[in-house]
């Protein structure tokens, strides 16, 4: 029997295509979903049958893993409860997006462990497993009202061309596929990348939608420095934070990128594109670090999710961002770390601002040193 296929962009109500693809997994049917990358087979990871359908109908040999998608990089950390920083690095920068993560499985508290057995030798056959957070709100909803992960592969017979429209899954797969969700043609119309994640380094399994040199820029520790306008502080700790780095690893400034360390700033309450304040300009100077080229940015969802260390000036400013992103709580710390505060030099005298640079310098030698990167 052909599939069900269900169009997205046509239903006046998509909630009703999405409860029907939660109820055909449920029921152990294979559905095909619309991705960024290409179109997938999806399995409920509870139901062993469906599972075991699914490999065969794409005559996948046996030992070959599929991935398991998840809601969320959060999730995630239930099956990988020890997810090393650079993994938990790039899970928080690439999702929901078009990479899949593969990871050690030998935590005794992971949440595979539960999964039926041979789904469990599905996914993890080799002692790895690969995660997935597609960046498609169909399968994202399906995911959020369906107990437990699924089970996911594209939707195509080994060895064929990637199906990236509707009418590609039913020609491909036919009767093997009950459910398709219609959601045009997938926007990239290539896989995703595959990444091995080992303790502190990464390896390319598979080429996909996201270039080495651009995974090798997610995987960059990240130090984000905030004040309120990003025309005084933020900068000038920026600024000096670069020129530490650089002392530590005795490269240039300008080199910190190669060596895997990306430094930036944000104001609760800046404009885009503002110039540092020329009386930071001149302190900084005369302490060998060049303010003149910073525009100033606002504190942005993105820039708090990447950030593996937010640096603020005040307790005001930490409050207000777990207060905003509570989620970045454990990422967010002072900058001095006796809980004193950094006044803001501005509108004061150049010794003001002298002041203000001293203290930053003082309070960043010591996370310098301490930063295990």
């Known amino acids: 029997m052909p599939p069900l296929v269900l169009d997205l962009r046509s239903t006046d109500d998509s909630r009703d295509v999405i409860h029907r693809a939660v109820q055909a997994l449920a029921e152990g049917q294979i559905v095909a979903f619309p991705t960024e990358t290409v179109y997938g087979l999806a399995a409920s990871a509870l139901c062993e049958s469906a599972v075991d359908r699914m490999i065969k109908s794409k005559d996948r040999a046996e030992g070959r893993p599929l991935a398991l998608a998840v809601r969320s990089a959060?999730?995630?950390?239930?099956?990988?409860?020890?997810?090393s920083p650079l993994g938990r690095r790039l899970a928080r920068r690439c999702w929901p997006g078009p990479v899949t993560l593969v990871v050690e499985d030998h935590h005794p508290e992971s949440l595979v462990n539960q999964l039926p057995p041979a789904v469990r030798q599905a996914v993890a056959p080799q002692g790895t497993i690969g995660f997935r957070v597609p960046a498609h709100q169909a399968i994202l909803d399906v995911l959020?009202?369906?107990?437990?992960?699924?089970?996911?592969?594209?939707?195509?017979?080994?060895?064929?061309?990637?199906?990236?429209?509707?009418?590609?899954?039913?020609?491909?797969?036919?009767?093997?596929?009950?459910?398709?969700?219609?959601?045009?043609?997938?926007?990239?119309g290539q896989p995703s990348s595959v990444v091995r994640v080992y303790d502190n380094r990464f390896e390319v399994l598979r080429k996909g939608v996201v270039s080495e040199q651009t995974l090798k820029r997610l995987a960059s520790f990240m130090v984000l420095f905030v004040c309120t306008g990003n025309t005084c502080r933020s900068p000038m700790a920026e600024a000096m934070f670069r020129q530490a780095m650089a002392e530590r690893l005795k490269c240039r400034p300008g080199e910190l990128e190669d060596r895997g360390i990306v430094a930036t700033s944000a104001g609760l309450a800046a404009m885009m594109g503002g110039r540092a304040s020329p009386e930071a300009v001149t302190v900084l100077r005369t302490m060998g670090a060049d303010l003149s080229a910073h525009e100033s940015q606002p504190l942005t969802e993105q820039l708090v999710r990447h950030a593996d260390l937010i640096l603020p000036m005040t307790r005001s400013h930490r409050q207000a961002i777990v207060?905003?992103?509570?989620?970045?709580t454990d990422r967010v710390r002072l900058l001095c770390r006796d809980g004193s505060d950094v006044p803001d030099p501005i509108g004061g005298p150049p010794e003001v601002y002298e002041r203000c640079a001293v203290q930053i310098k003082a309070e960043l030698a010591e996370w310098v040193k301490e930063l295990k990167l």
Do not use: C, F, H, I
């Open 74 to 83: 959060d999730e995630a950390m239930d099956y990988v409860p020890d997810l």
């Open 144 to 188: 959020r009202l369906l107990a437990g992960p699924v089970v996911l592969t594209s939707a195509n017979r080994t060895g064929q061309p990637d199906a990236v429209t509707a009418e590609e899954v039913v020609t491909a797969m036919d009767d093997k596929v009950q459910v398709v969700l219609d959601g045009g043609r997938s926007r990239y």
């Open 323 to 328: 207060s905003e992103w509570p989620e970045a």
